[in-house]
Nanobody, 118 residues
């Protein structure tokens, strides 16, 4: 079972950047597809990005394509989300999770808050 701890969130002005990290414990990180989703207050969970276990294939929501980059370091059991050109509508709690599609993502952590001011 993979246990996940997200970090790197914070308050940033529109146009700024943040890098989220997700530290994973357990033996299966390196063979697990991983992803990020977010949830804003009063809204449903929204898929952000995902990456195959090998890192060879990535997927992005249209709303973040070209601005966000997902990556992973299997030697460090860590998943990343580089977020550039942030917009106020990116404000949400960001979660990393095991899985490639939102409907099948499991084992998410406690989340990290990202707030983008205009």
């Amino acid at each position: 079972q993979v246990q996940l701890v997200e970090s790197g969130g914070g308050l940033v002005q529109a146009g700024g950047s943040l890098r989220l990290s997700c530290a994973a414990s357990g033996r299966t990180f390196g063979i697990s597809d991983m992803g990020w989703f977010r949830q804003a207050p009063g809204k449903e969970r929204e898929f952000v990005a995902a990456i195959r276990w090998s890192g060879s294939i990535t997927s992005y929501a249209d709303s973040v394509k070209g601005r966000f980059t997902i990556s992973r370091d299997n030697t460090k059991n860590t998943l990343y989300l580089q977020m550039n050109s942030l917009k106020p509508e990116d404000t949400a709690v960001y979660y990393c999770a095991r899985g490639f599609r939102l409907a099948t993502m499991t084992s998410w952590g406690q989340g990290t808050q990202v707030t983008v001011s205009s």
